[in-house]
């Protein structure tokens, strides 16, 4: 099930709440009702295949959200926090893998513990959720993608690229979306194959699920690494 959906029902269920509402509770209570329908369904059309327009947030390229965004948007924004908190602790899945040296992947960095040793580089895969304060702006980027999506193939050659020249520095790269699942396994498996770790994202993605067992591309990534592998071998890397 892709996140347009998974949006679109409890957006639904808001907006049935605020019609029923409407002749009887106080305009504090549906407002509010409104407002998350409506905050709901624009990240329904926005994150669609037919659309898929991860800048809806307005996220920057330092992992911010401009004032507007949370004054628009903070249903969303909020809302998706503190679920991506509550499932982790029900889940008890480590926050982060190591899937070879200097290499980890997972979820979104909540605390500082949740970062791996090292001071590592950090390509954040997430379009809905901020860098946090305990992450280095210097060393952080930004590849906005919706979940469930796989990102642009041009994005996945850039943060590949980028992560190329933090490995020449001897840093550690840590490739994170929400949960560390799919959006930034599949960034990871990009890199693997660049670093000449594997030859392909499939073997490069069963090497990842040894170290992390719930890590698994959708068809969406599988096409968007598909399309890298095109883009790579008919453009040169970018210094």
Not at 61 to 86: E, I, K, N, T
């Amino acid at each position: 099930m892709g996140i347009s959906v998974i949006v679109t029902i409890p957006s639904t269920v808001l907006l049935g709440s605020f019609v029923g509402l409407r002749n009887n509770a106080s305009p504090f209570v549906l407002f509010p009702l409104l407002q998350a329908s409506l905050v709901g369904f624009s990240a329904a059309v926005a994150s669609s295949p037919y659309v898929n327009k991860p800048y809806l947030f307005g996220k920057t390229s330092q992992g911010d959200f401009p004032w507007w965004s949370y004054a628009l948007f903070h249903p969303y924004l909020f809302g998706l926090r503190a679920y991506v908190l509550m499932r982790r602790i029900k889940n008890k899945e480590d926050v982060y893998n190591q899937v070879s040296p200097g290499l980890f992947v997972g979820g979104w960095p909540s605390g500082v513990s949740d970062l791996p040793p090292g001071n590592p580089a950090v390509v954040d895969c997430t379009c809905e959720l901020p860098r946090p304060d305990h992450a280095d702006p210097r060393e952080y980027l930004n590849v906005p993608t919706w979940d469930t999506r796989g990102p642009f193939p041009e994005d996945i050659e850039k943060a590949v690229q980028w992560a190329v020249k933090k490995r020449e520095q001897e840093r550690p790269i840590y490739v994170h979306c929400a949960f560390g699942h799919g959006r930034s396994v599949t960034v990871m498996c990009a890199l693997m194959v660049a670093l000449g770790l594997t030859d392909t994202w499939s073997k490069a993605e069963k090497l990842i699920q040894v170290h992390r067992p719930r890590a698994r591309l959708n068809k969406a990534q599988q096409e968007s690494l598909q399309q890298w592998s095109k883009f790579r071998t008919t453009r040169p890397l970018i210094s």
